[in-house]
Each structure stands twice: as structure tokens, then as C-alpha cells.
């Protein structure tokens, strides 16, 4: 019992760190990100102002940072994308229907899950098929991905053509207030500045997001603003961090490591009440979300994962 205690002991008190030494990585980067901006053409534009300061920093934190968030949270975005969750678990077989169709995919960034739309994550035996877990994937006609920040572009033009997916997954340059005509939260005159295309309301499969509502802004606007473009029984993936609501001191907890959170680590809130923002966004048939069961009281980035249908 005691070793129990003990290891359970260690295990909190690593928990409660692990913000912390998540911000030190962020940290250990300004050197470098100094050097390569001090070795630039033009130093002083990008130390005299702070959002490009940010850029080059976040940009050498993420390349480092990007590919091992991605690893950790493969083994529950790929079934979730399967149709494998229920409840926030991840289950043996489908539970409901999987990723198909026209897709939405939220903050593509530099495409770091963009394989995950490949048709080899299609059954055996159906198109180009390679899986061999159960799964209730559907074809992927087309992918919209939503990246307004251009300096993400070339790396995922390239991940799109690594994945095999040109002429199905299209980079779109705007964000989320620009993506139809029906925008209510952009102006008149402010509409289809940015982009050629146009989405229509109620005309998309599946929207995807994972790891981004948190840094989005406007989320209330901006979630209803995709729930429109959501056809009826149109399934809205979702894996996220969510605020800490275990407890009174793990709510102020987190409250205290937000202080330094947004300002290291990108923008990114970690107190945002996503699941409830999705819930009110409109009206749906069925809502499958939970917290997945290996997060334990003392995490300070508790998730949601699961599948909201309209």
C-alpha cells in the first residue's frame, strides 16, 4: 500500500509540474530564435515588434514541439476519426460513423494531421484501404483546411502531397469568419476579400478540430459560425483541452498557469469552457463526449474527445 501511495504520490506531483516544464521548453528556444533573427536581413523589423517576434519563436518551439503532441495524441485521434469513442473512451469497434466525406479540418497549421485523411485509413479492400482496425470511415471527397497564417503554408502544401492528397485537400487562407457568404460575423464589405472559394451553409460532412479551439478567437462567434456550415446529421469531431472543473483548486490552478500560458506557448487559452460553447452552439441530435479515462484529477490540460451530430 505504501508503494501504491507512494507512486500515486509521484505521479500527482509530476502532473502538476508538467505545465510547467512544458513552458521551460517553450523558454529554452529564445536562444536560438535570437540567433536566427540577429542573422536575418532585417533584425531590428522583427525585435521592434512583438507579434513577429512571437511568430519566429512559437514557429521553433512548434516545429520541436508539434511532432511529439501529435505522437501522444495519435492514440486517440485516430480512432476517434474511425468512429472508435464513446463516452471519451476509445473502444475496439465503431461506435458510430467515422470521418467522410467533405471535411472541414480547423487550424491545419503546418499539416501535422493531415495523413490522418489519407485513404489508406479506409478499410481493407475498400478504395485504397489499409486498415486493418475496425473502422467506419467513409471516402473523403474533399478537406477544406483552414490556415490564415500563411508562414504554415509551404510546410502543409507538403504534407498534403506526402499524404497523396492534392486535388482533395485544399488550403484555406482565411479564417473562420471569412469561409462563407453567409458569414454573420464578418461585414458586407469585409467579405471574400481573402479567399476565391466559397462554403455553403448546411453543405459539410464533418468538421474536424483537434488541439485548436483553444486559441481561436471569438470561439463563441466563430463554433457558431461553423455549426451553420454543418449539414443535418453532419458529425463535428472533436479533441480538445478544456478548463479544469475536477475541482475548486484545480479550476484556480489552472487559472494561475494561464497567467503565463498565452503568452508562451502562442495564444493558447487553456481555461476555455469548449464543450460547453460547442453544446450551445445549436441544436444537436446526439452529443458523445468525455473526459478519455487515463486523465487523472491532477492534469491541468483535461481533454474532451468525441462526436457532436447535428
Not at 521548453?25 to 512571437?54: A, G, H, N
Not at 469513442?85 to 460513423?97: A, E, I, L, N, W
Not at 453544446?279 to 492534469?299: C, F, K, L, V
Request: hydrophobic share 40%.
Amino acid at each position: 500500500m505504501t508503494t501504491f501511495l507512494s507512486s500515486r504520490t509521484q505521479e500527482a506531483i509530476l502532473g502538476l509540474l508538467n505545465p510547467w516544464w512544458f513552458l521551460s521548453v517553450s523558454l529554452s528556444f529564445l536562444p536560438q530564435t535570437f540567433r536566427q533573427i540577429l542573422s536575418s536581413p532585417s533584425p531590428l523589423r522583427i525585435l521592434l515588434s512583438p507579434s513577429r517576434f512571437q511568430d519566429a519563436w512559437f514557429g521553433n518551439f512548434w516545429t520541436f514541439a508539434g511532432p511529439r503532441v501529435r505522437d501522444g495524441a495519435s492514440e486517440r485521434v485516430l480512432p476517434l476519426l474511425d468512429g472508435r469513442t464513446s463516452g471519451g473512451k476509445v473502444t475496439d469497434t465503431p461506435t458510430g460513423m467515422g470521418v467522410g466525406g467533405t471535411v472541414i479540418e480547423i487550424g491545419a497549421g503546418s499539416g501535422l494531421w493531415v495523413g490522418l485523411f489519407s485513404d489508406r485509413h479506409l478499410p481493407l479492400g475498400e478504395g485504397e484501404g489499409k486498415s486493418e482496425t475496425a473502422t467506419a470511415r467513409k471516402i473523403i471527397t474533399h478537406v477544406y483546411g483552414v490556415e490564415p497564417n500563411t508562414a504554415h503554408h509551404p510546410a502543409l502544401r507538403k504534407a498534403v502531397a506526402d499524404a497523396g492528397l492534392e486535388g482533395v485537400y485544399e488550403i484555406v487562407p482565411v479564417g473562420i469568419e471569412d469561409l462563407s457568404l453567409s458569414s454573420f460575423s464578418a461585414g458586407v464589405n469585409e467579405r471574400k476579400k481573402k479567399w476565391d472559394g466559397n462554403i455553403e451553409p448546411e453543405s459539410v460532412d464533418c468538421i474536424v478540430s483537434i488541439l485548436c479551439l483553444c486559441s481561436i478567437p471569438d470561439p463563441e462567434t466563430h463554433i457558431r459560425e461553423l455549426y451553420g456550415l454543418l449539414r443535418p446529421g453532419g458529425r463535428w469531431f472533436v479533441y480538445e483541452h478544456v478548463r479544469a472543473e475536477f475541482s475548486w483548486y484545480m479550476t484556480a490552478y489552472q487559472r494561475f498557469i494561464n497567467v503565463f500560458w498565452p503568452r508562451m506557448i502562442g495564444g493558447c487559452q487553456l481555461c476555455r469552457p469548449t464543450g460547453t460553447t460547442l453544446r450551445e452552439a445549436g441544436s444537436w441530435s446526439n452529443i458523445d463526449i468525455g473526459h478519455p479515462a487515463a486523465e487523472q484529477w491532477w492534469s491541468s490540460l483535461p481533454h474532451i474527445l468525441g462526436v457532436f451530430t447535428k
